[in-house]
């Protein structure tokens, strides 16, 4: 019995490190698909009236694509932190790996909300510029304004994992 | 930080030299109509004018359906190279014998010739498509149509379409209704066919029997065409001969499009492109004052290019008049920006935001260092960076790229240097390939210029990015107070923007000496800032009438600190977008060495892992550090002390759209 229990939590800590980097890498990613895919149709349908407009609505479209990437940066790091990939030396206590799993959360939320939303603003901005191309700048810039919780939370994720030192 | 000085030329000119006047100030291309002159014009004086205006009109909305129509057919001119600007160029008097009249008139008539043919063809081709569709279930009756068609004296044919199952009981109604006075004959069902053909051929005695039994029954009839009149498979191979026809005729005419737009297409962009720089011209006239003799203009002009303008009209001296003068008080000139070198190329990115007005301040300067140091920290890899500097120089040199594209590619080009240059100081080369490639080690001397290590000590990089931020910020409120001094609000400058520069530095300077970082006693900027704060609540609710008022709306004010500490938190993007085009690296670095131990076919992987992943990279990347080195400058800066509200200066010029115009 006290075996079990030991074994058992001597893995523990890395399924919870595994759990945090699957929520980082699979909800960021969900939130970037879902958002890129709100301005799609909103691309397709200025592409109907306008083909050459196709560069400047994807440059659009390809912006709430950055969550998923970062989504899935944090789930590396905190993969290579525990030793699941890359080093295998590195062995996680169960609070480690609670902590390596809560530092995934940060990303995961807020890359999956705003990834949502910067694709709806995405597309409004695609109709923006379907009327009027010359406006690129601002249409660009506009989207942007929701990454920005995306890229704090990045950076909290981040800093947390800097610093849970495993050893 | 310059908006270039505008001047207002006033033109005078004799009606015989006005189209040799305007061309030359087209030529020179640096004058912006003003217009008004038109509404004192008498519609008899500028009537041959308009007239002309009109015929080109004619001739370009001609031109445009040819090119529409020939389009698809055009030879192929390099779509990606003419907009990097490699235009063929012809000279004035080469593009004027290319765009003749008459050898357009021809080819737009032959095009509406070919466009007529090719309608008729098109309707032909449906008409008989549908015909053998509606003819091909009756390929089976052994009836000449005309029976159905047109009759004869005392027979006449009718054909049902009738469900298979109800077919008997069809056939059965009709003959004992009908019994020697018809002739009946159903089609062999089968295959998928739900419905049977039926014909009923009788005397026409009998018709109304027959409209009487075939009501009871679930049967459409089908109506033959009158033009119908041989046995069905007779007409459908007519038909099918007919089709054949038609679709060689199109062929024909396809070929005969392909050829025209082959020969005619240079012609086209000729026309074009010289008769839209003629109406141009026409329209800035046209926007003058006309009298019986002549015609009077004004222009915007850039100063410096006065003597241009009057070099080129001073051909006309005797029939011309020229009166320059300074843009007056209620005038708003357009706005042309005016740069050094290295920092006109973010020019672009300021007319993205609007411009300046004629009377404000030109931010280009300013912002240009932040935007490349952002960029280069943003991107932050050197060898992201290098690949990108090199692309565009070889980009830049093999094309004549000009105007905005030129001026994007430069700002690109230094933004990307300077990523190299933070890609080294952070040893950031490809993520860091240079520690986990064991061949690459000899490079391991580049590391000795590393002076910051954002992904082992983020925090360092965290508080440079803010410092930068908070340097950004402090600069936008100096250049606001700059600006009320211009307009001679001294207070102004000294209470909004003074007050907040003095809090805002002794609170920084504050935590620093408090930290040991600085080293003076804290205490100093205490009191600095308890000035600051002073300053900022005496003079922030002068707007409000009473004292209360007055007194809880400066108290109030100095809750914007939390805005100020919102702005300078928002550059901490600078270190995470940063860390992102370094992960992204260090993770492809990683998946690359994994695969790359794969038997036999590892390195090939290993490769292929390696330039794709990081061209990813580089795509990625680059978008994200444009986009948000952008927007600090827009949303941060820019809201400090900068208004939009300028008109950008469209001079009279020479534009065109498919070949370069050059000399005379």
């Known amino acids: 019995m006290e075996s079990i229990i030991s074994t058992m939590a001597g893995q523990l800590g890395q399924v919870f490190v595994v759990l945090g980097a699957a929520l980082a890498a699979g909800m960021a990613g969900s939130g970037s698909a879902w958002g890129i895919g709100i301005a799609n149709e909103a691309a397709a349908g200025i592409l109907t009236e306008d083909p050459k407009k196709f560069v400047s609505a994807l440059i659009l479209l390809a912006l709430p694509g950055t969550q998923g990437i970062y989504g899935f940066l944090i789930a590396i790091i905190a993969l290579r932190q525990a030793g699941i990939m890359g080093d295998a030396s590195a062995v996680v206590t169960i609070w480690q790996g609670l902590a390596i799993g809560a530092a995934c959360l940060p990303i995961a939320i807020a890359g999956f909300y705003s990834a949502i939303w910067q694709g709806k603003s995405s597309a409004a901005s695609i109709l923006l510029i379907s009327k009027r191309p010359e406006q690129m700048g601002k249409a660009m810039v506009l989207p942007a304004m929701c990454e920005t919780y995306a890229v704090l939370g990045l950076l909290v994720s981040f800093l947390m994992l800097r610093g849970i030192k495993v050893g | ?664």
């Open chain 2, 1 to 664: 930080m310059a908006i270039e000085a505008m001047r207002k030329v006033r033109v005078a000119a004799h009606k015989s030299v006005a189209d040799d006047v305007w061309n030359s100030i087209q030529s020179i291309g640096c004058c912006q109509v003003i217009p008004g002159g038109r509404e004192h014009t008498e519609e008899r004086d500028s009537e041959s004018l308009k007239t002309r205006a009109r015929r080109l009109d004619d001739l370009l909305s001609e031109v445009r359906f040819v090119m529409r129509f020939l389009e698809p057919y055009a030879p192929e001119r390099g779509g990606l190279s003419r907009a990097l600007g490699n235009l063929p160029e012809y000279s004035a008097s080469e593009l004027e014998t290319m765009a003749s009249r008459e050898k357009f008139l021809e080819t737009a008539a032959a095009v509406r010739a070919l466009e007529k043919r090719a309608l008729e063809v098109k309707s032909s081709l449906s008409r008989v498509t549908g015909l053998i569709a509606s003819l091909a279930p009756l390929s089976s009756l052994p009836y000449s149509l005309d029976f159905y068609s047109r009759g004869t004296e005392s027979v006449q044919g009718n054909l049902f379409s009738v469900p298979a199952a109800l077919a008997d009981e069809f056939k059965s109604r009709i003959s004992s209704s009908l019994g020697e006075d018809a002739e009946i004959y159903v089609s062999p069902g089968g295959g998928k066919d739900a419905a049977r053909i039926v014909s009923v051929i009788y005397a026409r005695s009998a018709a109304e029997k027959l409209s009487l039994a075939a009501s009871g029954i679930q049967a459409s009839r089908i109506e033959v065409p009158p033009q119908m009149a041989a046995l069905p498979r007779d007409e459908i191979s007519r038909l099918d001969e007919e089709l054949s026809g038609l679709n060689a005729e199109e062929a024909a005419i396809t070929s005969e499009i392909k050829k025209t737009a082959g020969d005619a297409w240079e012609l086209c962009e000729a026309c074009s492109d010289k008769w839209g720089v003629e109406r141009a011209k026409l329209e800035a006239i046209l926007e003058g004052e006309h009298t019986e003799q002549i015609i009077v203009e004004s222009f915007w002009i850039p100063e410096e290019k006065l003597a241009d303008f009057k070099g080129a009209v001073s051909r006309w001296d005797e029939l011309t008049d020229i009166v320059v003068s300074e843009p007056e008080e209620d005038d708003e000139p357009p706005v042309l920006l005016k740069n050094k070198k290295y920092f006109s190329p973010v020019e672009p990115l300021v007319s993205m935001y609007g411009l300046p007005g004629y009377r404000g301040l030109d931010p280009t300067s300013i912002m240009a260092p932040f935007f490349y140091i952002f960029f280069g920290i943003c991107f932050g890899d050197a060898a992201y960076g290098a690949i990108i500097v090199a692309a565009l120089m070889i980009l830049l040199l093999r094309n004549r790229v000009e105007g905005t594209i030129r001026k994007f590619i430069l700002m690109l080009i230094i933004s990307n240097i300077c990523a190299v240059i933070f890609g080294a100081l952070t040893f950031s080369w490809f993520g860091d390939s240079i520690t986990s490639f064991s061949f690459l080690r000899f490079l391991m001397p580049l590391g000795h210029i590393q002076i910051l290590d954002p992904m082992n000590d983020p925090i360092t990089m965290l508080l440079v990015s803010l410092a930068f931020g908070f340097v950004q910020i402090i600069t936008g409120l100096a250049i606001a107070m700059y600006d009320n001094v211009r307009k001679g609000d001294r207070f102004a400058a000294f209470a909004d923007q003074g007050g907040w520069i003095i809090f805002l530095c002794s609170l920084v300077l504050l935590g620093l000496a408090s930290a040991g970082a600085v080293p003076l006693p804290p205490g100093i900027f205490k009191a600095a800032s308890a000035i600051g704060a002073i300053i900022l609540v005496a003079t922030q609710g002068r707007e409000k009438k009473n004292v209360l008022g007055k007194l809880f709306s400066g108290v109030m004010s100095l809750y914007n600190v939390t805005g100020y500490l919102g702005d300078v938190l928002s550059y901490s993007r600078l270190l995470a977008l940063g860390l992102t085009a370094a992960a992204i690296g260090t993770v492809i670095n990683l998946l690359t060495n994994l695969v790359s131990g794969v038997p036999y076919v590892g390195a090939l992987l290993g490769l292929l892992i390696f330039v794709l992943g990081h061209a990813f990279g580089i795509a990625t990347n680059v978008l994200g550090a444009f986009v948000h080195s952008l927007r600090l400058q827009y949303v941060e800066f820019f809201g400090k002390f900068y208004t939009a509200s300028g008109d950008e200066f469209a001079p009279l010029a020479v534009k065109t759209q498919y070949v370069r115009v050059t000399g005379e």
